[in-house]
């Protein structure tokens, strides 16, 4: 299973809302998950399950969907948001697949 | 708390082995799938391999097959990846990721441990 994130890159402002889509190459249920990772450190856990945030994570992170179409939303983009978001599946194998990542930087 | 802390990366050549450690703290290690996710400079995520809680089953990624064995020792918290038959493009950072209980996300990661193949 291939996922592929869209758009690769993106600029935007704070307080934006951003969107970004992640397209699986067939269908996935709802085994999606979203990390997000500055530069340096490593991914964090954002969204399990396609829809349901991880502890400590704010809410203006949301996701959406199943099957082979997924979002993640920011709904008002704050500084420290400014980073790479990966989605990824998990299945029998290979047990973790990542997309291909998007960068989200300042306008 | 979860800490998860890599080690033994370096700068090693090509053909060489190299062994990652990756010791784990404030949960109960022996109870949660650990895995090996790593990351070429400027690159995306690649996971490598996986192993359950109690050794009864172990994946790799194909491109480490053969090349790179998982092991965990639950009663020191650690996990390990033993690296041979090292390449250029082994070179990346390597991370060691805990497994969500319930789940097959990656909840915890470690801050990673640079691995360098050169000559």
């Known amino acids: 299973i291939q996922l592929t994130q869209s758009p690769s890159s993106l600029s935007a402002s704070v307080g934006d809302r951003v969107t970004i889509t992640c397209r699986a190459s067939?269908?996935?249920?709802?085994?999606l998950a979203w990390y997000q990772q500055k530069p340096g450190n490593a991914p964090k856990l954002l969204i399990y399950?396609?829809?349901t945030l991880h502890s400590g994570v704010p809410s203006r992170f949301s996701g959406s969907g199943s099957g082979t179409h997924f979002t993640l939303t920011i709904s008002s983009l704050q500084p420290e948001d400014f980073a790479t978001y990966y989605c990824q599946q998990f299945g029998s194998y290979p047990p973790w697949t990542f997309g291909q990542g998007t960068k989200v930087e300042i306008k | 708390e979860v800490h998860l802390v890599e080690s033994g990366g370096g700068l090693v050549k090509p053909g060489g082995s190299l062994r990652l450690s990756c010791a784990a703290s404030g949960f109960t290690f022996s109870t949660y799938t650990m895995n090996w996710v790593r990351q070429a400079p400027g690159k995306g995520l690649e996971w490598l391999s996986s192993i359950s809680s109690t050794n009864s089953y172990i994946y790799y990624t194909d491109s480490v097959k053969g090349r790179f064995t998982i092991s965990r020792d639950n009663a020191k918290n650690s996990l390990y990846l033993q690296m041979n038959s090292l390449r250029a493009e082994d070179t990346a950072v390597y991370y060691c990721?805990?497994?969500?209980?319930?789940?097959?996300?990656?909840?915890?990661w470690g801050q990673g441990t640079l691995v360098t193949v050169s000559s």
């Open positions: 067939q269908g996935i249920s709802s085994y």
């Open positions: 399950a396609a829809s």
């Open positions: 990721a805990r497994e969500r209980d319930g789940g097959a996300e990656g909840d915890y």
